[in-house]
């Protein structure tokens, strides 16, 4: 099976300690994720900006090529641009191109929906570096989840005119009751239209998800997506797809180090902790910087580039509440199971948006594959459950409660569309894989499952 990680809590503190260590004195970001509008050709239903319309005061192209100019001057070395659409927006290849003067590497994330060859030849010609395309499921899936009808074979017709150009492309997909099923299925389609590369991640309640909780996974229901991802982990990298997990995904189950690397190598990495303003900074379409681009505005923006300098932001305390003199002040904030993690002085909770829109509380993270396997063991099932709705603005978020219940406790019966390892769509090409799969402890029905044995 894919190589296990079994770190002592000693071992994981020791690694915590020369982690941090090594961020003293780090006061930016290296990689910036830049909102470049909000208005939106989707209607996504789980979009987590609420993106649509763009906002009422959007940077002009001029302060965006100023944005462009800090963001150089700050140390930052890669950009990616996201929406909405940013498409839409008439000056995005002179922000491109900018950029590359600048010398900064710069990556699009798009919808996918309407761009013509035209369009990807302008990409291309502007000094796009490669492009990431949001595919959610198969069609009928997509389609639903999007808003519109035709987006996912748009998104496959886009794909043909990347490739046409020799743009290079990768996939971003999220992962959810209604997405789960489909994932196999999905890899082949995407592998068949020559992506490069496949990002997945978690859907988590904000934003427009914020407001279908019928969607979201609940906790214990990663103890069969995990085991599916890592079949499908294994077939992708066998293959040369470097499919890799988004930062809410994994934390420390039996796959953790296939999830945390793209591709096989010599040195593998594995979660060390949220990076939010140690190598991340995000900017909204109105100027707003926060420390990473999923956290939701509300509690994380660290002031407007309008109205400061780059440099003098990113110097907050809301751009560095990730750093600390060493591994006590790196978890004080971890509250619940995470606050008696063995790993938790490596983990630091998993991604704060992700516990932060939960909870209105970071260092909690209810979406941790070994939190699964241990309340597992003890008997526990964990479920989240909508306390106090979202606002209705973008990056907004609700208030959600935490119940713990015995394993065999009856679902309620108003949550009866649940992601199970028996709705998996299975392809044929992973026959092999399955079939010399051994058993997997973390199956909710009592099945034998797990990914096939890889490198030991």
């Known amino acids: ?71 150089a001057e700050a140390g930052v070395k890669e950009v990616t641009l996201i929406g909405g659409e940013i498409l839409l927006r008439n000056d995005w290849q002179q922000v491109v191109r900018a ?19 035209t369009t990807a030849r302008r990409m291309k010609a502007a000094g796009v570096a490669y492009a990431a395309i949001s595919v959610d499921g198969m069609e009928a899936t997509h389609d639903r989840l999007r808003g519109r009808e035709g987006s996912w074979t748009s998104c496959f017709r886009t794909m043909e005119h990347f490739r046409s150009v020799d743009l290079p492309f990768c996939i971003n997909s999220q992962l959810n009751r209604a997405t789960g099923p489909d994932i196999p299925r999905l890899y082949e389609a995407i592998h068949a239209a020559g992506a490069r590369g496949w990002m997945v991640q978690l859907t988590f309640p904000m934003g427009n998800a914020a407001d279908h909780a019928r969607e979201l996974l609940q906790p214990c229901e990663l103890l069969d997506l995990y085991p599916m991802l890592a079949v499908v982990f294994q077939r992708a990298h066998s293959e040369g797809v470097g499919m890799s997990a988004g930062d809410n995904v994994g934390y420390y189950g039996p796959y953790e180090l296939l999830f945390r690397n793209s591709m096989p190598t010599e040195e593998p990495s594995l979660w060390q902790g949220c990076q939010a303003g140690l190598y991340t900074v995000g900017v909204e379409s109105d100027g ?13 923006s660290a002031g407007n580039i309008r109205r400061q300098p780059l440099r003098k932001i990113l110097a907050k305390k809301e751009m560095r509440f990730n750093l600390g003199g060493g591994t006590r002040a ?112 973390g199956a909710q029905d009592g099945r034998e499952h797990v990914p096939p044995e890889g490198d030991e």
């Open 288 to 300: 707003i910087i926060k420390a990473c681009s999923s956290l939701p505005t509300g509690g994380f």
């Open 99 to 117: 950029l590359n003067d600048h010398g900064l590497l710069c990556s699009i994330l798009t919808g996918g929906y309407g761009v013509s060859l």
């Open 330 to 441: 790196g978890v004080a904030h971890l509250w619940g199971f995470c606050k008696r993690c063995e790993y938790g002085a490596l983990c630091r909770g998993g991604c704060s948006a992700t516990a932060y829109v939960f909870f209105n509380r970071r260092g909690n993270n209810p979406y941790c594959h070994h939190r699964a396997l241990e309340q597992q063991r003890r008997g526990v099932r964990e479920r989240v459950v909508p306390a106090r709705k979202a606002t209705g603005r973008p990056y907004d978020f609700g208030l959600w409660q935490l119940v713990e219940e015995p394993i065999d406790a009856p679902w309620p019966s108003d949550d009866s569309h649940h992601f199970t390892w028996d709705r998996i769509e299975w392809p044929a090409g992973f026959e092999p894989w399955l079939a010399s799969a051994p058993a997997n402890e």
């Open 1 to 71: 099976m894919p190589k296990s990680l079994a770190l002592s809590a000693e071992s994981a503190t020791d690694y915590a300690e020369r982690a941090r260590a090594r961020l003293q004195g780090f006061s930016r970001g290296t990689y910036a994720v830049w909102e470049f509008t909000l208005k939106c050709n989707l209607a996504c239903e789980l979009c987590g900006s609420r993106a649509g319309s763009e906002r009422r005061k959007e940077l002009s192209t001029e302060e965006a090529l100023e944005v462009a100019r800090q963001l």
